[in-house]
Structures are given as structure tokens and as C-alpha cells.
């Protein structure tokens, strides 16, 4: 069966930091674009990241530029975000994603191109 999980997700208070990760079974995740995306309540879903297969290329929201980072470690399977300086606004649950039928040097966090998605994990940045 093929899943992503993530987990990482919590409680912080603001100026805070997490690191998220996106785990893969059933598949290999060295060939798939990898999002991460997030919909806080009320909300529609957002891109907040992505990465290439190929690990060279990624993009990230203006909301989140400069305090995520995205990154992959194919030998473990795993995708990750680290998250620095959050805001309560950065409040929301996280969603990872993959896409294995992009170019291998692509990153789009256009939700219509992911083939297979995780089940979310919440972040709250509160004081």
C-alpha cells in the first residue's frame, strides 16, 4: 500500500521551530516532486514548498521565504520542513504530497499535479 506520513507537527510558541517530516512506504520516493502544503481552518488549502526529485530545485511561498526549508534524504525516504521564526499564523495542519510524474528537475506546488497524499499534521504556534 502506498502512504506518506508525516509527523513532527506540535504545539510552539511563536519565534519558535519544528521540523516536519513526510515518510514514504510502499514506493521509493527518489523519483517523485515532493510538496508540502498546509490549510488552516476557514482556509483553502496552500502550497508552502516543494522540491524536485532530483533534490536541486525548490520553491517556497512569500509567506514562508527565508524561515522554511525543504529538503529530502532519499536513503531514509523522508522529506522534510524545517520550520524557524513561526508565527501564529503559520498555524494550520500540514499536509505532504508527491508527484511522480514530473520532469526530475521540477518543483510546482500546484495541488492538481500530486498523485498521492498524507493525512496531515498539525502545527499551532500559540503563546
Known amino acids: 500500500q502506498l502512504q506518506l506520513v508525516e509527523s513532527g507537527g506540535g504545539l510552539v510558541q511563536p519565534g519558535g521551530s519544528l521540523r516536519l517530516s513526510c515518510a514514504a512506504s510502499?514506493?521509493?520516493?527518489?523519483?517523485?516532486?515532493i510538496g508540502w502544503f498546509r490549510q488552516a481552518p476557514g482556509k483553502e488549502r496552500e502550497g508552502v514548498s516543494c522540491i524536485s526529485a532530483s533534490g536541486g530545485t525548490t520553491n517556497y511561498a512569500d509567506s514562508v521565504e527565508g524561515r522554511f526549508t525543504i529538503s529530502r534524504d532519499d536513503a531514509k525516504n523522508t522529506v522534510y520542513l524545517q520550520m524557524n521564526s513561526l508565527k501564529p499564523e503559520d498555524t494550520a495542519v500540514y499536509y505532504c504530497?508527491?508527484?511522480?510524474?514530473?520532469?526530475?528537475?521540477?518543483?510546482?506546488?500546484?495541488?492538481?499535479?500530486?498523485?498521492?497524499w498524507g493525512q496531515g499534521t498539525q502545527v499551532t504556534v500559540s503563546s
Open positions: 504530497a508527491a508527484a511522480g510524474s514530473e520532469p526530475y528537475h521540477y518543483a510546482s506546488t500546484r495541488s492538481g499535479l500530486y498523485d498521492y
Open positions: 510502499g514506493f521509493t520516493l527518489d523519483y517523485y516532486m
